[in-house]
Each structure stands twice: as C-alpha cells, then as structure tokens.
C-alpha cells in the first residue's frame, strides 16, 4: 500500500471517534431541552394517558441510555427511526430532499468557481487597474452583505418589482402537468435567484482568494522565464500562473462537500426550497429529534468526507504532496 493510502487510511479511522462523539453531543442537546414530541404533535390540552401513549409510541418513554442505543443501532445499518413530525421514515425524508439540495448547491459552487476565477484573472492581469480597483470594491462590498439581505434585495427587485424571476419554491403549481423541457426551464426559473445569491457571495471570496494567489506567482521565476521566451501576458496569466494559483483552491474545493450535502439554511429558508436545510430548519423549531440526529451525522460525516477529499485531491494535482506522502 503506498504512503498516500496509508495516510488516508489513518485520516479515515480517526474520523470515527469524532464522528461518534458529535452525534453523541447532539443526542444529548437535544433531549436535555425541555418539553416532548407530546406537547408538539398533540392537542396541548391532552390528558396525562394520552400523552403517555405518544410518548411510548415513539420510545420516549424509555430510559434516555436505551433510546442512545436503539437509535445508534439502526443508524448504523441505515434506520433513522420515525420523523415526529411527519410521521414517515427519516431515511424517506433525507432522499426526498437531498436532490434538491444538491441541485441548488452544486449549481452555486459552479457558478463561484466560474465567476470568481475570471474575476480574479480580469483582476490580476492588471494590478491597481480600473478592472481590479471595480471588481475589489464589488468582491468586497458583496462578501461584506449577510446573504439574507442580499435575498430579500433580490427578491424585492426580480420577483416584486420587476416581476421576471419567481420568489419562492423549486417550481410552479402547475409544473407536473407541464412537458419535460418547459418543467426543466421551469426549474431553471426558480433556480435563478437562490443559486445566483449564494454564487455570487462564494465568488466574490473565490476572486479575492485565486487574485492574490496570482500575483504572488507573477514574480516566479519559471513565468519569468516564460515571459523571456517571448509568450503572450495572456496565455502566461490563464496557462501558467493560473494552474498553481488553483492549488490550494482544489483543497477549498473538498472542504465544500458539507456545503453541497447540507445547503444553504438561510438561502432554503427564504427562497422555501425543498432541501435539507429547510428540513433541518423544519424540524429544530419542531424537536424533531430523529430527523435532527440524521441530519448531523450527515452534516459530520460529510465535514470528514470532505477533509478526505481535498487530501486526495491535494495529492493528485500537486507532485510535491505526493513525494512528502
């Protein structure tokens, strides 16, 4: 086994125990807040029987080591238990709403590479010109904005005053009697203002980020020689000195898999999206433990898998990390 493996290996193992320990964490929280699923779900006026008998029906009446162990058990062979709230399989839940998560999420992190990288190199092209002095003060001014106002901004303008872009929702009443291809354009709609915000937010760090990394390479020696050898600025900047001002982007870039699984909670919220983050939402304001604790193993495990993941990607495009392996 090479050095790499082993060290991914390692990484993967010492992952458990955290893993472990946060869904714990969470088990724990959640069950020391006061109030029952019974003063949820139920008429508040329930007598003390009835309540009892919400209470066994979702095992709550059980010792709180027991109900650790009977969810950790069916979390490992994949049985999240019952959703208080919507009375259904959480795993059912998760399926329902992580494509649409993933929909939105992968369509922004594309969007913030493709516009925060031409950005940079816009930027960088020509150092403290009229380009880079606008694209500072438009990167600057949109990471400074929390990402709820520039929504409600964008919904006020696209959608109220305007009138283009719908405000909420993944599509339209009617869209399952529509055809495939007007459904899809009817996705792409809706898509629009949530995916573009949280683009946009991403790509004004990207262009900051990959900017600064190629100005620090525009003085090496292997583009100066480049430049000696009579190569256009213009393939120099996208060529050359792009490609290692990428390298600690594609390690950014693994770090983003909790990102696409969980979402956007803010974004979900506003824009109603069916996804993970509007569900997590959803069920922290309702107690809904099972589906609280699925969401957390997924949000952790994900954080793990993406460690993982810009290791290895890390390793792939950079031969210096493969000889340090």
């Known amino acids: 086994m090479s050095p ?42 329930l007598s003390p029987a ?8 979702y095992g709550l009446d059980q010792p709180l080591p027991q109900q650790y162990m009977r969810w ?3 979390a490992i062979t994949g049985d999240f238990g019952i959703s208080f709230l919507y009375r ?28 925060g990288i031409a950005l940079a190199v816009l930027a960088a092209a020509r150092p403290r010109g009229w380009i880079d002095r606008v694209t500072t003060v438009l990167s600057l001014g949109v990471y400074g904005m929390p990402t709820f106002w520039l929504a409600g901004l964008a919904i006020l303008l696209f959608s109220v005053q305007l009138g283009w872009l719908p405000s909420s929702h993944m599509h339209s009443l009617d869209a399952a009697t529509l055809p495939a291809a007007r459904r899809l354009l009817d996705l792409l709609r809706h898509l629009i203002l949530p995916a573009g915000i949280l683009g946009l937010a991403g790509a004004a760090s990207t262009a900051r980020y990959v900017r600064a990394a190629l100005l620090d390479i525009r003085q090496s020696r292997f583009l100066l020689a480049a430049r000696a050898r009579g190569i256009p600025r213009r393939r120099i900047l996208w060529i050359h000195a792009l490609r290692p001002a990428l390298l600690p982007l594609v390690t950014l870039l693994g770090l983003s898999l909790p990102f696409l699984v969980s979402g956007s909670l803010v974004i979900e919220v506003i824009f109603s999206w069916p996804g993970m983050g509007r569900l997590l939402w959803t069920a922290a304001w309702a107690r ?33 990390a493969r000889r340090s392996s």
Request: charged content about 20%; glycine content about 6%.
């Open 4 to 45: 790499t493996l082993r060290r991914i290996g390692r990484r993967a193992l010492a992952a458990v125990p955290i893993l472990w320990l946060v869904v714990t964490l969470t088990f724990i929280v959640v069950h020391a807040v006061p109030g029952s699923v019974a003063d949820l779900l139920d008429n508040p006026d």
């Open 50 to 57: 009835a309540r009892e008998t919400v209470r066994h029906r």
């Open 72 to 74: 950790l058990e069916g």
């Open 88 to 115: 259904q399989p959480v795993r059912r839940l998760i399926a329902r709403t992580l494509p649409p998560t993933l929909i939105l999420t992968g369509t922004a992190l594309l969007l913030d590479l493709l516009l």
């Open 288 to 320: 809904d433990i099972p589906v609280i604790l699925a969401a957390t193993l997924l949000g952790a495990g994900a954080v793990i898998a993406g460690n993982l993941l810009a290791d290895i990607l890390y390793v792939a495009v950079d031969p210096r």
